[in-house]
């Protein structure tokens, strides 16, 4: 069993920044580990994700450029840093891991752990 802690979250005004960070603890694997985030009323949506040896990133185009996903195997550690951030980012941000190693779904039917999420406020 894999468990993941998301921490990192908070209240920010628009163009600051955030790092969040998931420590995996567990039965842990070196596999594409992901964000996800869901705002009120919305359907939970990909933001960014690694795979297992950081090699290889991608972005939902809404965040590209502006966040920046990484990972420590040696932590079991996967961070988000968000930067220039606005109000349409304001979401529960999820922790996902899947057990594909370089392949990296968007869909959060391919991740099979889930965080229990922290929340990101961006006022106006």
């Known amino acids: 069993q894999v468990q993941l802690v998301e921490s990192g979250g908070g209240l920010v005004q628009a163009g600051g920044s955030l790092r969040l960070a998931c420590a995996a603890s567990?039965?842990?694997?070196?596999?594409?580990m992901a964000w996800f985030r869901q705002a009120p009323g919305k359907e939970r949506n990909f933001v960014a994700a690694i795979n297992w040896s950081g090699s290889i990133t991608r972005y939902a185009d809404s965040v590209k450029g502006r966040f920046t996903i990484s990972r420590d195997n040696a932590k079991n550690t996967v961070y988000l840093q968000m930067n220039s951030l606005q109000p349409e980012d304001t979401a529960v941000y999820y922790c996902?891991?899947?057990?594909?190693?370089?392949?990296?779904?968007?869909?959060?039917?391919?991740?099979?752990?889930w965080g229990q999420g922290t929340q990101v406020t961006v006022s106006s």
């Open positions: 567990g039965r842990t694997f070196n596999n594409v």
């Open positions: 996902a891991l899947s057990l594909r190693l370089n392949i990296i779904p968007m869909s959060d039917r391919e991740y099979v752990y």
